[in-house]
T-cell receptor
Framework: GQQLNQSPQSMFIQEGEDVSMNCTSS?????WLWYKQEPGEGPVLLIA?????ELTSNGRLTAQFGITRKDSFLNISASIPSDVGIYFC???????????FGTGTRLTIIP | DTAVSQTPKYLVTQMGNDKSIKCEQN?????MYWYKQDSKKFLKIMFS???????INETVPNRFSPKSPDKAHLNLHINSLELGDSAVYFC?????????????FGPGTRLTVL
């Protein structure tokens, strides 16, 4: 089956730094999504991407749908303490209700 | 008001027992899901129902049986619990099956099998 690998697996950064993470797939997706999960909570959708090459922002977050449709990137600018959590990418294909989640990137902010 | 709620939040039980987890959504959505998140935080879909009809059934042991009494509820019953069933189980819902329909997740139920 399809697998989504995220890198890095974990990040330790200082407040104010920018963050970059990516997600790669063994096969193509028509939709890429980025979720954030905080401790004790379910994932919350951050950004949805529906077209290859698309670049979409949500506040300090920017995500891109890779041209090959096999990857996606998420950037967070000027990180703040509340950015801590696990970030998941997820892929989906048209006509398929199933979301395939990535392995996650755990973000920790060092005071 | 909680959009997607699950009960219980925590469930600790012995191997071999039967247990149920309940999920309710007040968003008026047609589609509901169950996901399992293992100890490495990997999230995998288990089941999906659309208008009370099962549409996704991944390779889940038949000890797991979802039931949707109405569009707002999707419960998960687990028979003969095993140690490997320990995980966090998330319910989610979406307006429908369109690719642009966002899935909203509940807070999760942490199941521990002793």
């Amino acid at each position: 089956g399809q697998q989504l690998n995220q890198s890095p697996q974990s990040m330790f950064i200082q407040e104010g730094e920018d963050v970059s993470m990516n997600c790669t797939s063994s096969s193509i997706f028509n939709t890429w999504l980025w979720y954030k999960q905080e401790p004790g909570e379910g994932p919350v959708l951050l950004i949805a991407l529906y077209k290859a090459g698309e670049l979409t922002s949500n506040g300090r977050l920017t995500a891109q749908f890779g041209i090959t449709r096999k990857d996606s990137f998420l950037n967070i600018s000027a990180s703040i303490p509340s950015d801590v959590g696990i970030y998941f990418c997820a892929g989906r294909n048209f006509g398929n209700e199933k979301l395939t989640f990535g392995t996650g990137t755990r973000l920790t902010i060092i005071p | 008001d909680t959009a997607v709620s699950q009960t219980p939040k925590y469930l600790v039980t012995q191997m071999g027992n039967d247990k149920s987890i309940k999920c309710e959504q007040n968003l008026g959505h047609d589609t509901m899901y169950w996901y399992k998140q293992d100890s490495k935080k990997f999230l995998k879909i288990m089941f999906s129902y659309n208008n009370k009809e099962l549409i996704i059934n991944e390779t889940v042991p038949n000890r797991f049986s979802p039931k949707s009494p109405d569009k707002a509820h999707l419960n998960l019953h687990i028979n003969s619990l095993e140690l490997g069933d320990s995980a966090v189980y998330f319910c989610a819902s979406s307006p429908g099956l369109a690719a642009t329909d966002t899935q909203y997740f509940g807070p999760g139920t942490r199941l521990t099998v002793l």
